[in-house]
């Protein structure tokens, strides 16, 4: 899964009362050289991954550190062992709906020393309180002529045991942590958020009141990775901090 370059929420889901919101997590992350543990709090306020509500989802709010409007079009430039990466990312204005509920579509490219290497459909969409949740991916991969050799990661919600997870809460804070997307085997990445208030400077500018994450998967369990979400833009930010060298910051993004 790669994101978009788009404190708890105070609401209760009507889908869910005791579920998500009382869950007590114990994250513990070990890997190369990195320990992090901590007893931390799911998000409140969002429907159960394993029991989406349509009805949750009728009045969608923004989330300002994941917006996902359309037509935005952000541009990331990084490195990975020595290479160079380019990513596009666009929320297009298409929709697709998921288990009773309309997701928007946003197209990632990514290109590595300028060949195509990744195209990924993500689908996301926004609850009623403004959490984020992640309902799947069409992903592929190409060879050096442009022909796919890989759709593995892709996924959707409600398909072969797959369920949607949070992307970002409506209100991050530190202790939140929770499921980001859960295909048994395939797609199973977490996340922790550990702060509210960072300042980070990307080539896009100085950004302020950033949310730091970690993010991990256990198909992966030596990577783990920190990234930074900037107000109105999403992704500004992100880093393999064990297990990887995959680098990228936010250059420039538009709107069409």
Request: glycine share 10%; hydrophobic share 35%; net charge positive.
């Amino acid at each position: 899964m790669r994101d978009e370059i788009g404190r708890r929420s105070g609401s209760r889901s009507r889908s869910r009362a005791p579920l998500i919101a009382c869950a007590v997590v114990a994250a513990v992350v070990a890997a190369g050289g990195v320990f992090v543990a901590a007893v931390v709090r799911a998000p409140s306020g969002a429907a159960s991954a394993a029991g989406i509500d349509p009805a949750d989802f009728t009045s969608p709010q923004r989330n300002p550190y994941f917006p996902l409007k359309p037509g935005t079009v952000s541009i990331a430039r990084g490195s990975e062992d020595g290479e160079r990466l380019h990513e596009r990312t666009r929320v297009t204005h298409r929709t697709k709906k998921i288990q009773g509920v309309t997701t928007k579509v946003v197209r990632d490219t990514l290109w590595v020393d300028g060949s195509l290497e990744e195209r990924t459909f993500d689908w996301y969409a926004a609850d009623n309180s403004g959490n984020v949740w992640y309902f799947g991916e069409d992903t592929a991969t190409y060879d050096d002529k442009g022909h796919v050799v890989s759709r593995e990661g892709s996924w959707q919600a409600g398909v072969d045991g797959a369920r949607a997870g949070i992307i970002l809460p409506a209100n991050p804070g530190p202790t939140d942590a929770y499921r980001q997307e859960f295909y048994r085997g395939h797609a199973e990445d977490q996340a922790w958020i550990v702060s509210r208030h960072e300042v980070v400077r990307v080539p896009y500018g100085r950004i302020e009141d950033v949310v730091r994450s970690y993010e991990w998967t256990r198909l992966e369990p030596k990577v783990v990775s920190v990234k930074f979400y900037g107000r109105g833009l999403g992704i500004v930010q992100e880093a393999d901090i064990a297990g990887g060298s995959e680098r990228l910051q936010l250059v420039r993004v538009k709107h069409t």
